[in-house]
């Protein structure tokens, strides 16, 4: 069974620091890893998709990276911004079984 | 329409009462998701719909709860006999479809209170 594990739980950090959101699953026969931000009562925006023969997608400030063999993935926010506040889950959807396993998400905060 | 769309957006039932949620996918997106989120909880997968396949039904909780997806656009997520556990925002999401275009989006939720 896939299981998918996001460390740290909750992160603060100051405006304009870079910094890096981890993801690791435990089964890496997957198609694809997604990360998501969702906001205090709101429903999940999608960030980046990553195919699992790629290794890394930029969009903007964000740039998330995978590495299947060993089961990780990892987001990297540049330049952080108080907007960024949210909580951030990432998901892969794994062979023969296409619904998306979550991870339980990081709770990132940005100090003015 | 832009995105996924779910109605109501909040639902407050009483406690044994069947209630209905409505999820419109994004036109064309062929793969339709439900899932749960209790307060403070991950996301628990209920049911995977994709085009006329066979519904993927392993993480409904029990048989109060059930799902149809009609000419393979709108999902309806029907709850029967509400119990105060089932209190969650119910999330619905969909996709292109296939396992190469399963990017997906999802709506803004039904926040559901069963009191």
């Known amino acids: 069974k896939q299981e998918v594990t996001q460390i740290p739980a909750a992160l603060s950090v100051p405006e304009g620091e870079n910094l890096v959101l981890n993801c690791s699953f435990t089964?890496?026969?997957?198609?694809?890893l997604q990360w998501f931000r969702q906001d205090p009562g709101k429903g999940l925006t999608s960030l980046l998709l990553?195919?699992?023969?790629?290794r890394e997608q930029t969009s903007g400030r964000l740039n998330a990276s995978l590495d299947k063999s060993s089961g990780r993935s990892t987001l990297y926010i540049a330049a952080s911004q108080p907007g960024d506040s949210a909580t951030y889950l990432c998901?892969?959807?794994?062979?023969?079984?296409?619904?998306?396993?979550f991870g339980t998400g990081t709770r990132l905060t940005i100090i003015p | 329409g832009a995105g996924v769309s779910q109605s109501p957006s909040n639902k407050v039932t009483e406690k044994g009462k069947d209630v209905e949620l409505r999820c419109d996918p994004i036109?064309?997106?062929?793969?339709l998701y439900w899932y749960r989120q209790s307060l403070g909880q991950g996301l628990e997968f209920l049911i995977y719909?994709?085009?006329?396949?066979?519904?993927?039904k392993s993480g409904l909780p029990s048989d109060r709860f059930s799902a149809e997806r009609t000419g393979g656009s709108v999902s309806t997520l029907t709850i029967q006999r509400t119990q105060q556990e089932d209190s969650a925002v119910y999330l619905c999401?969909?996709?292109?479809?296939?396992?190469?275009?399963?990017?997906?989006?999802f709506g803004q939720g039904t926040r559901l209170t069963v009191v």
């Open positions: 999401a969909s996709s292109l479809g296939g396992a190469q275009n399963t990017e997906a989006f």
């Open positions: 089964d890496s026969a997957i198609y694809n």
């Open positions: 990553i195919q699992s023969s790629q």
């Open positions: 998901a892969v959807t794994g062979f023969g079984n296409e619904k998306l396993t």
């Open positions: 036109s064309g997106h062929t793969a």
């Open positions: 719909f994709q085009g006329n396949s066979a519904p993927d």
